[in-house]
């Protein structure tokens, strides 16, 4: 148990898989002796699991391209994820990051570095999303783990060891800088106004607020929470919409105008809005919310 040695929390894997064999299990990874001894008494095959961000680590995974690369990257006749990081490197000017502690995979490597103390960096899959550094390269961070040294995977029928490489240091080096600028979220755009008409009554201002309101939450919602926000908000809008005071097609506008400042974001897509958006004035639509206070 090299990895909670280092003090970097760890949880475990099913046997000879990269599977958690446990839930919450960013929540739950610990450093504690008794509790690791509990989780692999249960089964001492299990692999081991590191919660990257509660151990302060930012994780690339460099894999082999699945196909041929697209784009600028099939220009460039890349075939891994060490070239795409390399390119990127060179393109910023700086030196290829390969001198940290790295870990050895089935089809690549994972390189470790000490994430930055000033904020939160989340995953990062290939070159989805407006901070995907390019294919064949993840990011673990919060929300992400990776599997450790002296964990076995079964590849092609045979079991592979995870292993430091010898050639690199046995300790991560801080993320570079020009790295921590390029996964660092842009601060969401400020919520355009919502200009919509309604009457002068008391029922018309009341539905005006709670419509602002909502989209307000949504536009601030922070990763890890915008699913459920995003459906609350649709869900309350939708028993105005029942209670026949609030055009449904105005609450869906307000909120997926809302939910664009999260485009891109961790992987959030207008899809995901829609859907969540959908279901919440479906599900608020059969619950009217009662307003008759407001009726004169």
Request: with cysteine; glycine share 12%; proline share 9%.
């Amino acid at each position: 148990m090299t990895a909670a040695l280092r003090g970097w929390p760890v949880f475990p894997l099913s046997p000879r898989s990269k599977i958690p064999a446990i839930k919450q299990w960013e929540k739950v990874a610990t450093t504690d002796r008794d509790q690791l001894q509990d989780w692999w008494t249960i089964d001492p095959a299990r692999n081991v699991g590191i919660a990257c961000g509660p151990a302060g680590l930012v994780v690339i995974d460099l894999d082999n391209l699945r196909g041929r690369a697209s784009g600028i990257w099939g220009d460039e006749g890349v075939h891994h994820g060490r070239e795409v990081l390399a390119l990127l490197a060179h393109w910023a000017g700086e030196a290829d990051p390969v001198d940290t502690y790295t870990v050895l995979t089935p089809h690549g490597e994972h390189r470790y570095f000490l994430a930055p103390t000033d904020r939160r960096l989340r995953n990062t899959i290939g070159a989805t999303g407006r901070r995907g550094l390019g294919p064949g390269v993840d990011v673990r961070a919060w929300g992400g783990a990776v599997t450790a040294a002296g964990s076995v995977r079964l590849v092609g029928g045979s079991p592979w060891v995870y292993r430091p490489d010898p050639r690199r240091p046995d300790t991560p080096v801080p993320l570079p800088l020009w790295l921590v600028t390029r996964l660092t979220p842009a601060p969401p755009a400020p919520p355009r106004p919502i200009r919509l008409r309604f009457g002068d009554s008391r029922v018309d201002a009341y539905v005006a607020a709670a419509v602002r309101g909502e989209a307000g939450n949504v536009a601030n919602a922070i990763p890890g929470s915008r699913a459920i926000v995003v459906f609350r908000a649709a869900y309350k809008l939708g028993g105005l919409v029942g209670a026949d005071v609030l055009d449904e097609h105005v609450a869906e506008h307000a909120l997926r105008d809302a939910a664009r400042v999260h485009d891109g974001i961790d992987g959030w897509t207008q899809t995901e809005a829609r859907r969540h958006i959908e279901n919440g004035l479906a599900r608020g639509r059969k619950h009217p919310r009662p307003i008759d206070g407001l009726i004169a």
